[in-house]
């Protein structure tokens, strides 16, 4: 489509500028409803606790507990 055609044409009738702005309006928000959603949050892997670690605790074996898997 150029920009200079029409998006929307009225073949039949006289609508008055407040109807082809309700039509606009519902048209637009329509297309915008058809779109698919994107995900709103992020992956888990770029997550702040997944990059930080647990402070270790101090105790008996403490340095061979902050090796294993959380």
Do not use: C, F, K
Request: aromatic share 6%.
């Amino acid at each position: 489509m150029s920009d200079d055609e029409p998006v929307l044409r009225v073949v039949n009738g006289a609508p008055t500028d407040d109807e082809l702005a309700a039509l606009v309006t519902v048209v637009s928000a329509r297309a915008r409803a058809a779109r698919p959603a994107t995900a709103s949050h992020p992956s888990t892997w770029s997550a702040y606790w997944n990059s930080h670690r647990p402070p270790v605790t101090p105790g008996v074996d403490a340095w061979r507990r902050s090796a294993l898997p959380r």
